[in-house]
């Protein structure tokens, strides 16, 4: 059997990719189609996943070393990827919560407990801005942004080739489908001198990797301020961890 490992940071990296996609398509023509854009946008999703991901784990060292704070708890309970709190409409009783620990002991997941809530991105984020103190206005950047940016992430990521169409009340043909164009459009990051209603096509320039990455960055210094505004404790000031990520999420220049 191999040792423990603990676990391995890896969001500074893909953001890394992410950012060079945006340089490399900002060294384009606009209106030519940067396929780096799509690396950027991409790795720019994969990237604040990742960190959320892993600020979880750091939570959890932080408990184990000894911390007992209220705000530590609820910011674990707040990213933990599976809530059993809605089964059957009563919390998880004892031998729910005693096989989940048996569980996470071998690093498996519950997954086949009827009812199980799985959290994704979006709601890990929401509910971590909540745990700390501060949630995000839904209706505001960057948490707006952030749920666009992953709507394009898996649009791009799950793409289908159909796209619904019917006519509209001035009898102009309305796509149905791709209803995120229209909310992307609104922010200006578009590609130019095209009617081709291709989504690919329409993020495929500098303008939206830098979007993206400029999203990915917000939100996470947000999630960081919010933390340096809740902790009691030196947890912040002490971990080099926090500081690189500060460091390393900056916004492309």
Same mark, same amino acid.
């Given at each position: 059997?191999?040792?423990?490992?603990?676990?391995?940071? #890896?969001?500074?990296?893909? $953001?890394?990719?992410?950012?060079?996609?945006?340089?490399?398509?900002?060294?384009?023509?606009?209106?030519?189609?940067?396929?780096?854009? %799509?690396?950027? %946008?991409?790795?720019?999703?994969?990237?604040?996943?990742?960190?959320?991901?892993?600020?979880?784990?750091?939570?959890?060292?932080?408990?184990?070393?000894?911390?007992?704070?209220?705000?530590?708890?609820?910011?674990?309970?707040?990213?933990?990827?599976?809530?059993?709190?809605? %089964?059957?409409?009563?919390?998880?009783?004892?031998?729910?919560?005693? $096989?989940?620990?048996?569980?996470? =002991?071998?690093?498996?997941?519950?997954? $086949?407990?009827?009812?199980? =809530?799985?959290?994704?991105?979006?709601?890990?984020?929401?509910?971590?801005?909540?745990?700390?103190?501060?949630? $995000?206005?839904?209706?505001?950047?960057?948490?707006? #942004?952030?749920?666009?940016?992953?709507?394009?992430?898996?649009?791009?990521?799950?793409?289908?080739?159909?796209?619904?169409?019917?006519?509209?009340?001035?009898?102009?043909?309305?796509?149905?489908?791709?209803?995120?164009?229209?909310?992307?459009?609104?922010?200006?990051?578009?590609?130019?001198?095209?009617? *081709?209603?291709?989504?690919?096509?329409? *993020?495929?320039?500098?303008?939206?990797?830098?979007?993206?990455?400029?999203?990915?960055?917000?939100?996470? %210094?947000?999630?960081?301020?919010?933390?340096?505004?809740?902790?009691?404790?030196?947890?912040?000031?002490?971990?080099?961890?926090?500081?690189?990520?500060?460091? =390393?999420?900056?916004?492309?220049?």
């Amino acid at each position: 059997m191999q040792p423990d490992q603990g676990f391995i940071i #890896d969001s500074d990296h893909l $953001f890394k990719i992410a950012k060079d996609g945006y340089q490399k398509a900002s060294q384009g023509h606009e209106i030519h189609r940067q396929n780096d854009a %799509i690396v950027a %946008i991409v790795f720019s999703a994969l990237a604040l996943e990742a960190f959320i991901n892993e600020l979880l784990f750091i939570a959890k060292m932080e408990k184990l070393s000894g911390s007992s704070e209220d705000w530590l708890d609820k910011l674990i309970e707040a990213i933990e990827e599976c809530s059993t709190d809605g %089964i059957a409409g009563k919390k998880p009783n004892g031998w729910i919560k005693c $096989f989940n620990k048996f569980l996470n =002991t071998f690093k498996l997941e519950l997954r $086949f407990i009827r009812g199980a =809530t799985w959290k994704s991105t979006t709601d890990k984020l929401m509910s971590a801005s909540k745990a700390l103190g501060s949630q $995000f206005d839904k209706r505001s950047s960057p948490y707006e #942004d952030f749920v666009d940016l992953f709507k394009l992430r898996n649009c791009l990521v799950h793409l289908k080739p159909e796209d619904l169409i019917e006519p509209g009340e001035d009898k102009i043909d309305k796509y149905v489908g791709r209803e995120l164009i229209e909310k992307l459009r609104n922010k200006e990051i578009f590609q130019k001198d095209t009617s *081709v209603q291709s989504i690919t096509l329409l *993020v495929s320039n500098a303008k939206a990797a830098k979007w993206a990455c400029e999203t990915t960055s917000k939100m996470v %210094i947000a999630i960081l301020d919010k933390l340096d505004k809740t902790a009691t404790s030196d947890f912040t000031k002490d971990n080099e961890q926090l500081a690189l990520y500060r460091e =390393t999420f900056q916004p492309p220049t």
